[in-house]
């Protein structure tokens, strides 16, 4: 059986030279892992593909011509090929370029790969037999990070794209600083600390960046929309779609509060859902797969005490919120609140939070890779007296259970932080700690 003429195409298309595409250069980066195929995965419209091509990039300034290609699946005249037409499109490439097989090292990227049924297969023998780095990207409904290291058999690495971090939301309008938060000028803290609050109600989806309000909302529950239906209804077979649209409703219009699956179970109850509470923690999971929430645990050692006691969560991009929100509220704590655990989560760093014994609650307790614990709380605004004394107690009271851990208070801008030095305590406003670099926190 020849090559499918569509790929024949794409092939020729992909080794041809061309015009670099214009994109905003984004901070993951591949796990340095040798002999892994990498996979790409994220919620939808994040920029998985925009990454894959900023990956093929870097490889082409540093290769050869034909060393390094991108070809997608995500056409229709593609649909219904078997695993055997990736064979083929293999070794067409090497007619092309015989003398590279076994010598070099080629850099295949490979997006919505899952169109392709077996694809797994072709992979593993690849890295078996060729010298090969294959990079694949596709839908968070058929890429679950789970199901990459279970279905490449420990050969696989996943990186997670998410929505554009501050960073790289001021690097898309060309205003990413280029010296430390400490040698800003006033009028640049001042375009900073604009954007922020921008970034704060915007959110970091790249096709959302400069859209009015109304299209900007309507574009992002059209994104919810297709999680909703496509990573979940489809993927997952749910027959109860009025009760899964009410949980989503429900979680992005109460962005950081705590959940737990018994209450959920019988607001659903009180609406007229007969839902069973099993397939209400089962939806949950499924829309964390999905990557449009984050459920951050009680910080324990203990897994029955992780799992006993009620999660918070957090939609995938402030933006959500207020595409969701209905109460009119400014909801900026709550944002605030959100770009720091996606944050956190982005830096890699395995996130809880705290209960005190008196009762009081540290936003996040932070373990980052390598480095030690912190203890973070996020106050839009702690000047009030009384405010401040809540937050400094509630982080002292945690010290005494997580006595290693280093104590930071998270603010809006300069004019929220507090009038008075805290002993033991960096307060700063939130956009210094997004723009620092790691070994500056």
């Known amino acids: ?36 195929a990498h996979a790409v995965i994220g919620m939808r ?3 998985k593909t925009t990454f894959l091509h900023q990956l093929l990039l870097e490889c082409r300034a540093d290769l050869p011509p034909g060393r390094a290609l991108y070809l997608s699946f995500d056409d229709d005249r593609l649909a219904g090929i078997g695993v055997d037409q990736l ?25 919505e790969i899952q169109l392709v049924p077996g694809w797994e297969r072709f992979v593993r023998r690849v890295l078996d037999t060729e010298r090969c780095r294959i990079v694949v990207s596709g839908s968070s409904a058929r890429m679950l990070s789970r199901e990459v290291h279970t279905s490449l058999r420990g050969r696989g690495m996943a990186t997670i794209i998410r929505p554009f971090s501050f960073r790289e939301f001021l690097r898309h309008r060309g205003e990413e600083p280029s010296h430390p938060p400490r040698r800003w000028k006033a009028a640049e803290r001042s375009l900073v600390e604009k954007r922020f609050r921008e970034f704060l109600v915007e959110g970091g989806f ?88 984050s459920a951050v645990p009680l910080a324990s050692d203990s ?26 509220r400014s909801n900026v704590g709550h944002a605030l609140e959100t770009v720091v655990l996606n944050e956190l989560e982005r830096r890699g760093a395995e996130t809880g939070y705290v209960k005190t014994e008196e009762g009081l609650e540290v936003d996040f307790l932070s373990r980052p890779p390598a480095r030690g614990e912190e203890l973070i709380q996020v106050c839009a605004d702690p000047s009030e007296a009384a405010t401040l004394a809540r937050e400094v107690r509630a982080l002292a009271d945690a010290g005494r259970r997580h006595r290693r851990a280093s104590r930071r208070i998270l603010v809006l801008d300069r004019d929220s932080l507090p009038r008075a030095d805290t002993p033991g305590v960096h307060a700063q406003p939130a956009y210094e700690w997004l723009l620092a670099a790691p070994d500056e926190n």
């Open 1 to 36: 059986m020849p090559l499918h003429p569509v790929l024949a195409e794409r092939l020729s298309a992909a080794l041809a030279p061309a015009p670099p595409p214009s994109f905003t250069r984004r901070e993951a980066r591949l796990a340095a892992v040798p002999d892994k």
């Open 45 to 47: 419209r994040a920029g």
């Open 87 to 111: 064979g083929f499109l293999l070794e067409e490439y090497f007619r092309r370029y015989p003398d590279l097989r076994g010598r070099e090292t080629v850099h295949w990227f490979l997006d």
């Open 206 to 293: 790249p096709e959302a960046q400069g859209l009015a309000p109304t299209p900007r909302i309507d574009l992002l529950q059209g994104y919810v929309d297709s999680v909703l239906f496509r990573d979940v209804v489809e993927r997952h077979d749910v027959s109860q779609v009025a009760a899964l649209r009410w949980i989503v409703r429900h979680c992005l219009r109460s962005p950081a509060g705590s959940f737990s699956v018994h209450r959920l179970h019988q607001d659903l109850k009180s609406q007229g859902h007969g839902v069973a509470r099993d397939l209400v923690h089962a939806l949950l999971g499924h829309l964390t797969d999905a990557f449009l929430f």
């Open 303 to 328: 897994e029955r005490q992780r799992n006993s006691n009620p999660r918070k969560i957090y939609p995938a991009d402030p933006g959500l919120i207020r595409a969701f929100d209905a109460s009119g």
